[in-house]
């Protein structure tokens, strides 16, 4: 069988997702060995930016115009296109204020030097092009990662949990965060994969891989705002990781429950 | 049934003789508030007077995740193996889920019998222990707030001893090998445990009426209650997790990345999952939340009525405890019973 070609791209991001590939130690050789990798600059030299690619895994979101560009690109050169990272599949921290006009932002973060490049709000990669298969967390999680790759070795897509981290947290018998200590934990709203890993530390879920499917945000904020946050406190924790997820929008909860 | 008693000052003495029967677990307090089954080894780490652990038992028998098999191209397909003469004993079981177990052994050893059940569960010795009904607990609505099988022993508070009845012959071994600290019943014991028997019946603080539901849940099919409990529902499956008698799986495979080996798993599904009855061509026929909400409800007290005489909900309060939105099954229960008095 040949060997897929691959190219590994960041965009906008903090490159944590990579890095979670070069840290796959013990199964580094084996992806070596089962994928033609073409582009992956953070790990090697002698990169190929126009051979066309049988998968393209895509970090980070867009903000700049000259992203969108090479976005649209990578979706025409590759056959898949795979999102790794909650900044791809859903804008990630950086989208988490995009209500602020960019050149006020660009102004106060970057004063004049600001004038010298484009941004635009930053956004998910399928707001620009087709993605074939989105693996979230802040960062990916190596088996998820090696669970698609193996997948995708045997031409199929992966199948990733779609339940919420509640599931894991029970399976895992950690006490409810939510119940037993009124903390304001996303477990509910918030897509598996991770094993429940900040409950296990006793910290509450920030929501860092990005919404369920079905995201019941309206019913998950009546409780917390029971439980005495207000809706600042729960604005501010269902837009940290997801802001461009409909259903984590502040705007429609607050309406659907009177509020 | 041979009945003993054992002082309460001779249990510590008891529990180190029964490691040798098998590891025991137990009870013991994780968090502020919460209990699970856990390993332990001495009386000192059980938590005698725990109401629910977050898990029930079935974690032993069937796992939240497991490997059902590892396959490879070339070589075929082998079970993993486990280790077959490991024994355990699980102690301070209360009578909801020692219910729940013999529900699950229903389930499990029907057309299809499950192996991979029933290999731990032949494995495991089960010491009941009586409780005193909080404010979640149903058990007597259900008709699961005392057992009269489903355990080698059950131990029985009458204040200063356990009345214990034997259930097993392994239980009686049990029994026999530490026959120092066992007592004979006398009049006096007899009576304190009809007294305390009355007692705890009396000390029930929530009640449903179940017998006739399955029929009113056909006449409430359409309720606006699951409309109303569907808004509520996060679908975070905690629930199902939590269920002592929910045994619904997934089954897929993971792969290896030498393209041609992998293992063959199962772990816990739950109805309220979105994608729980998503079929191939993409329809999913509950695809709105009350629905799946509904067929909970309804499969727990009116679809496993019909297939096994009696429902499976062993009023262990869990789904209460623990659901985040805070539904509560005796509230939906009367809600709909109260809409067909009307």
Known sequence: ??????????????????????????????????????????????????CPLDIVFVEGSVVQPKEVEMLKKLRERAKLLIAIGTCAVWGGVQAMKNEIPRDEMKRKVYG????????????????????D???????????????????????????????????????AEYPCLLLEKGQLCMGPLTVAGCKARCPSYGQPCRGCRGPVEEANAASEAKLLKEKGFTWLDIQNRLRTFAASADSLKIESIKEGTNA | MKIVKLPKKNLAEFIGHLNSFGQIHAPVKRGEKSFVFAPVTELTEIELNCNRTILPLKKYFFKPVETMFNFCAQKGYEVPVEEQDKKYIIFGVHPCDIHGLKILDMVFSGRYVDSYYFARRRRALIIGLDCTPDELCFCRSTGTDFVDSGFDLFLSDIDDSYLVRVGTSIGDDMVTAADSLFREVEKEDREKYKAKSIQ???????EIQLQDFPGIMDLEYESQVWEEVGEECLSCGTCSMVCPTCYCYAVFDELNLDAESGQRKRRWDSCLFKDYALVAGGHNFRA??????????????????????????????RCKAYCPAGIDIVEVVNKLRSQTRV
Do not use: W
């Not at chain 1, 070069?22 to 050789?29: F, P, S």
């Not at chain 1, 998820?144 to 997948?151: D, F, K, M, W, Y």
């Not at chain 1, 995708?152 to 949990?161: C, I, T, W, Y």
């Open chain 1, 133 to 171: 298969l989105a693996i979230s967390g802040c960062p990916i999680e190596k088996e998820q990662l090696l669970h698609a790759v193996a997948s995708l070795l045997h031409g199929d897509l992966p199948r990733l949990p779609t339940y919420a981290v509640c599931t894991e947290c029970k399976m």
């Open chain 1, 112 to 131: 004049p030097e600001g004038k010298v490049f484009d941004v635009i709000s930053a956004q998910p990669l399928s707001n620009f092009v087709k993605v």
């Open chain 2, 288 to 317: 709105e939340r009350s629905s799946r909400v509904k067929n909970r409800f309804f499969h727990k007290q009116r679809g496993f009525v019909t297939q096994y005489g009696r429902p499976s909900c062993v009023g262990c309060g």
């Open chain 2, 200 to 206: 705890r019946r009396e000390s029930f603080q929530t």
């Open chain 1, 1 to 50: 069988m040949e060997k897929p070609t691959v190219g590994i791209y960041g965009l906008t991001g903090c490159a944590g997702d990579q890095l979670v590939i070069l840290n796959c130690e013990d199964e580094l050789l084996d992806i070596a060995g089962a994928l033609d990798i073409k582009f992956f600059p953070m790990a090697m030299t002698g990169n190929d930016e126009e």
